[in-house]
């Protein structure tokens, strides 16, 4: 009947052990990239800190990071290898306010509809009932794609068909895609299809391979390093379909991270890993929704900077993240490296990707 | 432009090599259900035997078995164990027709263009283009529904799912199924799903584990046991959807053959997997295309009793397989156990079923 | 040091809930192989029965069966189908002992370390560091060789290489195998190599394909047919290595469950599925250790009808259960269907067998 | 007996098509990074291009890059992104000498027999017999450990269980390593090993989770950024065990390339992955055996850039390459992404490692 978002209860500040708390300690950074011993390292779960008796929650947050205390007494969540020298490090690892530093489980209401909803956890696999997972998504999508912002991460295998090439840019062109996230492969093979109508030298429709096919993603490749950026690539070869091209005329923004199994690269693509990290964190603080696809690397990267909360408007609401994948490994492994709340489902995305568009563009 | 069944074109008779062919030379069979000691063992292509001068194609074949020649010069193909005492078996190992045993591969007209459509061989994976495989097959569907006989093969994953099983159902509803293989597991959680809503307890919308849900399926087949069959069970329980009830409906046949894992069994499982062969090659022999999905057992019994053609009103047609399955090692491992000709697609079952659904009924 | 078998501590039946418990009610059998409406199914935990006021364990227990209470008090865990009219069989789906029905899961003194030894749960796959387990599993198999009944399910992968096939029979030799289950393939490809050098017509060692080999499995199990029986095959054809060579040479029961994939079969296989359970069954009441190595389907029918726990010499003590295999969604099945109790390890099969030789054998 | 090195035949140059072939033709790189049009793109076999008429092999070959003619007449094989204006790059796209461009592919004496023992190539999987494929292993890295250069490339796999770990640490202590490439994952687990004896706060023989162990790596990344580098760090944590320990007392070169789900990272890892690559290239320009494990990302890294023969002391040789993961999948991917001589192994690198480490040392 309708998509509900969960809503979020703030901690009753009022109970003893939260008013009775000390206010957390900092320590502050004498090298560059590195955290003072006893850090207090994050958790994709909201956390308060206690700053001048007063509880602060951390933004824009993520896991496995530090939380340094600004002048202002808001808290920023970094990473290690972004501190700079002086600034002041949240130290202590209790998570009952005991040193000040409250992890809070559990906020939102309704919390057991949600986790049937979107939260089952055990024992997803092929298996596994889809039916409802799917409309829940569509609704999702269709509240997210007005007054949220959806994150889309795609491996290559989300271009290697024609109708889930196709129905990927029906779904930028009809607003459900806020940031693409993706590497060097994935824009490559949309763009070798834009142009010659391949994907590593196969047809993406025939499945024909072409004469000399392996030239095809190389000579894309020098073309757009030639023609020095995506947006000029576009031009110069009159591209009309698929992916980036959607991207493009959309203004959606993409961030491709390098890896070290780039041809080319493509202009676009960030070579150093960390700078590209920050890049697509800046997508990962205001996500509402992410959406990964066939892409264990980029999944698991994007699942690492992802809390499960975000804050819109001054409201506290959870963040979906799904994975989808034809591997049970890969899918369960964002579980595994700490990703706790994502919802996995085990498919080819060729056919994620024609549900989706069927179901939610005209 | 509409599909177009290969046309299978003859071989020259009046060749040299064929016409100075000698007869097959046969061996009778001295002990029930074992061949004389230098058999010939059929392939899943056309195969001729020159008996009394004149080349006889078998009919109705399957691979791995053998070829018992009848008093009216016709032959038929035969399981060892269906073998009787007293039998002419073809003998003789070459298949050149130098022994009067011609394997005759490559005899459908354009097998260019069904190399490409209907043969593609190699490297199919998760990251194949699937699209046109859909199409080919939407088009193969809706000629067999009129001119064909379709086989489905169809494990419990079938039926995990509502959406799937009930794509399943309209599909049989609307005539694109001619008959249903499986096991005892399919139809008892197909049965417990159409009673509780359930399979193996869980709900097969919401995911939801039901209290004592281990129970349902041991309910279901012990009412199906006191029922005494299928049709008196969806008597007594009124069901009214599902597989099993669109099957009995429209007199769909349905074979299960029993295995070692089964509980129950439904009483119309047969316990003898030899008699259950039996019944399941009585429609592979009429077989013109054969879909099988998320079951390795059943798929790859099924594929062993498959030719890749069949004679329909006197002309030989080829038969078309499909394998469908999230696993690759699955789908591909019904082609190195010898179904050479099958055609693979990597991903859930729910979301072909629902494809097929949306794409061939209204 | 060395291995500790964990000790069972019985429920203190003292206890009021206990002492004030009702005695089960029964009701008896009307139909052959259907249980009364309100059967109590069974698990695979120790479970007490309370009979004339007294708490009676059952014996040689299975999962999803019932319970049929004897004349002489004693009660028989039975498979619905093996169900005679006038039986008398346990009613009530309680477990709390507040109908007389006790399931007592928990009884093994030292659980935590148990827990932690041979029942670590969760999200075992290929990453999991199985060196503790290879060494638990050496030090229960040297105990269970004289203490115990080790029983071992096997598929075909385990011989279809010769270190792994050799590695396996040097186990039989040395009496680490006292039952062996599987089904036709297993079998047939062992006897293939013992008579060829191949497993469907591939060199068990240097992998290269024999011209005509596919005939290779059907010419091996036309000879045993002719044969008669395997004992007879082994003597006329002399040989005198392998799997199932070893077991006939040891006195090793061999098992061979019938499927619908078969061909052949050989003469010792059960083509009925349920007369081929009985047989299982008989070994599974007996086991305290069960290997099931690459086969899903036999693994799964073995898991479903072994208990938790055996009584030796009048001593409860746990059965230990091991699924291995290279696939994460086969090993974590047999969990699915509810064999909680299983050790999975994920591996190829041929590793595994050639560890344990080393470790075992000298 | 033992292992023998298959012989490499230069092309007879006195063949009349590779007599009377025009020299190559070469453009300007005009823009930085940027090739001309036309240029030929490399394959992982041996090439020879033709030079004031002489044919000059490409040494240190790799496949998708480009050749520069240098002023001594000799070729060097770079990649796209490398290219500096003004360099001379070969034009032309056949491969049959008719543009001065020699692809030989089948120099190698005795290629049969290598096609058996090196280069079996199709439907590798886990039903695989692998016993030979271990024992040629063997008697390659006997030879190679003195005459060759062995290039491993390790996933976090590798380091997660104690004796796969102590297993790598033994065969580097033998000499078997001579390169070890890898990400930042690897090492900081290794490293959390053996400072806290966890891998991802799981302890790598008891699999028991550490209270707070999800500080244990960051812990470790944390302490070894305040350290500066890797040897600092082994010093001041006194680490006296694991895969990176060993590299460093034995003075094994270590490549770590970043990725994007990094943490940390470590003061030794690459941020920029195209300086990363070129780093690992040095390596495989020299290798003469790669093997990788259970790392599809930098196993596919480290393919696209090893060719399938170097050339040691004059002499061209072939280079063996071997890809070992429990999935079908992650093998295959190597092979369908080019690099076409992969001898792949479906198991568990744990049990892959232990078995190395019996064999090869004592």
């Not at 300690?25 to 560059?32: G, Q």
């Not at 309704?110 to 979107?118: L, P």
């Not at 429709?205 to 576009?234: C, F, P, V």
Request: some cysteine.
């Amino acid at each position: 009947m309708g998509f509900e978002l969960p809503k979020y209860i703030e901690p009753n500040f009022e109970q003893e052990f939260l008013k009775s708390a000390p206010n957390v300690k900092t320590e502050e950074v004498v090298k560059e990239g590195v955290a003072p011993e006893n850090y207090h390292g994050t958790t994709i779960f909201p956390e308060y800190f206690k700053i001048d008796g007063k509880w602060v929650l951390a933004k824009e947050s993520r896991m496995d990071s530090v939380v340094v205390v600004k002048d202002n007494n808001e808290v920023e969540v970094k990473e290690f290898r972004n501190l700079k020298v002086g600034e002041k490090v949240v130290v202590g690892r209790t998570e009952d306010a005991s040193e000040g530093i409250y992890v809070y489980n559990g906020g939102f209401v309704g919390e057991e509809e949600i986790d049937e909803t979107f939260a089952f956890r055990s024992g997803r696999s092929r298996e596994t009932a889809y039916s409802k997972d799917y409309d829940d998504l569509y609704e999702v999508l269709r509240r997210e794609k007005e007054h949220g912002y959806i994150v889309w991460v795609l491996g290559p295998a989300a271009v290697f068909d024609k109708d889930a090439r196709e129905a990927m840019a029906a779904l930028i062109d009809n607003g459900y895609v806020h940031a693409f996230l993706g590497g060097n492969a994935v824009a490559t093979h949309d763009l070798e299809a834009a142009t010659i109508g391949t994907a590593l030298g196969q047809d993406i429709y025939t499945q024909k391979s072409m004469k000399d096919g392996h030239y095809n993603h190389l000579d894309l490749l020098n073309k757009a390093r030639r023609a020095g950026s995506i947006e000029r690539l576009i031009e110069e070869e009159n591209i009309t379909d698929g992916i980036i091209h959607a991207c493009v005329k959309n203004d959606v923004p993409i961030v491709l991270g390098g890896s070290i199994r780039d041809d080319g690269p493509l202009p676009i693509v960030i070579s150093d890993v960390y700078k590209a990290q920050n890049e697509m964190r800046k997508h990962t603080r205001k996500a509402t929704t992410v959406i990964c696809l066939a892409t264990q690397l980029h999944s698991i990267a994007t699942g690492n900077m992802t809390p499960s909360y975000t804050v819109v408007n001054g409201e506290v609401r959870p963040v979906f993240i799904y994975s989808v994948d034809v591997s049970e490994f890969a899918v369960n492994k964002l579980r595994d490296r700490g990703t706790l709340e994502v919802k996995t489902i085990v498919t080819n995305v060729q056919d994620f990707l024609v549900n989706l568009k069927n179901n939610l563009t005209k």
